[in-house]
């Protein structure tokens, strides 16, 4: 039995430039010669950028993509399926034996919610409540994982063995999406001071977006910068 209390993300690949946003939106006036002005005067294609953001002309964003490789207990990805412009592909629980990797919330996690929904906060809790989470999570995970092998051992199929499993199980899953997209479910997954409009993300997920973010940074600086300069909404 393994317990994390992380989440993984690995870049898989990406076809994911600010050029791509350049020729994409330049092709309205400049037709197939587009693709040879992407290159043209870094000053006017910053500007074209940032246009295009403040202004919300979305579609030449949608020309990129990148895969990520997350690995994270099913309930993240129960909260990723709430976006649905995304490809994904997951382990199947139907067709291998599960490993038995459980999340277990680290010290860190806020427990205890206080306040109505819709406004409402998470504070950290006690020492003796975060004592109480582990303790339960680990014994109620050892106790369906035990009961998951009695079942495969007696013979039953995987995909009905598996109903006995907590969603706090590690799954694995291929992500792929656009920068459009990708800002869209940052704006929503992530809680950031810049952010024009509030949004309050389960933090399991937000620990997901936050290396995703990392990433799409690091490939787009330029569109990275302007989504955060207009308040981190999607175009």
């Known amino acids: 039995m393994r317990f994390r209390s992380d989440m993984t993300v690995e870049l898989v690949k990406a076809s994911a430039a600010d050029n791509d ?8 006036t400049a037709g197939e010669q587009s693709i040879e002005q992407a290159d043209a005067d870094p000053a006017r ?28 207990p099913i309930f993240v990805f129960r909260e990723f399926m709430r976006h649905r412009v995304w490809s994904y592909n997951e382990e199947s629980g139907r067709y291998r034996k599960l490993e038995p990797v459980f999340y277990v919330p680290g010290p860190e996690r806020k427990l205890v919610q206080e306040g109505k929904p819709g406004r409402y906060v998470f504070v ?23 009961a998951y092998l009695e079942m495969l051992d007696a013979g039953i199929a995987r995909e009905v063995a598996r109903t006995v499993l907590p969603v706090g199980i590690y799954s694995s899953m291929y992500a792929t999406c656009n920068a459009r997209a990708l800002m869209h479910f ?22 997901v977006a936050e ?4 990433y799409f940074a690091e490939l ?5 910068a302007a989504w955060q300069a207009n308040g981190r909404v999607a175009p």
């Open 21 to 28: 946003v350049l020729w994409a939106a330049r092709v309205s």
């Open 186 to 207: 940052l704006s929503l997954r992530t809680k950031h001071e810049d952010a024009t409009f509030p949004s309050f993300p389960q933090r399991e997920i937000e620990m």
């Open 220 to 224: 787009m600086p330029l569109t990275y």
């Open 124 to 146: 950290s809790g006690t020492e003796e409540q975060h004592k109480t989470v582990e303790e339960t999570v680990r014994s109620s995970c050892e106790a369906s994982y035990a």
């Open 45 to 72: 294609s910053t500007g074209l950028i940032n246009y295009l953001m403040r202004d919300r002309h979305g579609s030449p964003f949608e020309h990129s993509t990148m895969t990520f490789l997350v690995s994270a």
């Open 211 to 214: 290396k995703m973010e990392a």
